[in-house]
T-cell receptor, first 113, second 115 residues
Framework: SQQGEEDPQALSIQEGENATMNCSYKTSINNLQWYRQNSGRGLVHLILIRSNEREKHSGRLRVTLDTSKKSSSLLITASRAADTASYFCATELTGAGSYQLTFGKGTKLSVIP | DTGVSQDPRHKITKRGQNVTFRCDPISEHNRLYWYRQTLGQGPEFLTYFQNEAQLEKSRLLSDRFSAERPKGSFSTLEIQRTEQGDSAMYLC?????????????FGPGTRLTVT
């Protein structure tokens, strides 16, 4: 079963605008990771935020984590057409042992030039 | 290219046939994972190797599925007596291990179509 749930399922914005995607999860985590997937391709790792961190930045990406609400958000600033992709949050559960990731269903982002 | 590679990229097979996929992880990565992704869904964990040892298997991995990592380097995933429900993208990932927070790097995937 899917641990994380992304919201919205789909998002369409104009180039240059900011895009915000949210992720909620159900149980305790070691870390939460965001991935991007272009149509029909493999996943590209974007950013990892640890359970004891609240915010992290990487280039145009900003990720927040609220463990009390079991939620995370991914903000992409100044979006580009090349950002068009599906974005997934993935959680590594506490005590999972295998470090397996549990993914949500993703948010499909379309950036219109 | 020093990323995770998978072979083949696409496989079309008839129901009942056996198929085998290969994954070459990033060199020196101790951990290797297999995931399956169906259309419109996120990847789902199948199995995990630490070096050559298969340490965990998902309930999704029926007895028709077997995975190996014989020398702790590349891995194979075999599906016997394929069914139409096996049609999916099979993704391999690897990570360095040795720490609590471990980024997984994914390969391009093998898309399986069972007719």
């Amino acid at each position: 079963s899917q641990q994380g749930e992304e919201d919205p399922q789909a998002l369409s914005i104009q180039e240059g605008e900011n895009a915000t995607m949210n992720c909620s999860y159900k149980t305790s985590i070691n870390n939460l990771q965001w991935y991007r997937q272009n149509s029909g391709r493999g996943l590209v790792h974007l950013i990892l935020i640890r359970s004891n961190e609240r915010e992290k930045h990487s280039g145009r990406l900003r990720v927040t984590l609220d463990t009390s609400k079991k939620s995370s958000s991914l903000l992409i600033t100044a979006s580009r057409a090349a950002d068009t992709a599906s974005y997934f949050c993935a959680t590594e559960l506490t005590g999972a042992g295998s470090y397996q990731l549990t993914f949500g269903k993703g948010t499909k982002l379309s950036v219109i030039p | 290219d020093t990323g995770v590679s998978q072979d083949p990229r696409h496989k079309i097979t008839k129901r009942g046939q056996n198929v085998t996929f290969r994954c070459d992880p990033i060199s020196e990565h101790n951990r290797l994972y297999w995931y399956r992704q169906t259309l419109g869904q996120g990847p789902e964990f199948l199995t995990y190797f630490q070096n050559e040892a298969q340490l965990e298997k998902s309930r999704l991995l029926s007895d028709r599925f077997s995975a190996e990592r014989p020398k702790g380097s590349f891995s194979t995933l075999e599906i016997q007596r394929t069914e139409q429900g096996d049609s999916a993208m099979y993704l391999c990932a690897s990570s360095k291990g040795g720490g609590l927070w471990d980024e997984q790097y994914f390969g391009p995937g093998t898309r399986l179509t069972v007719t």
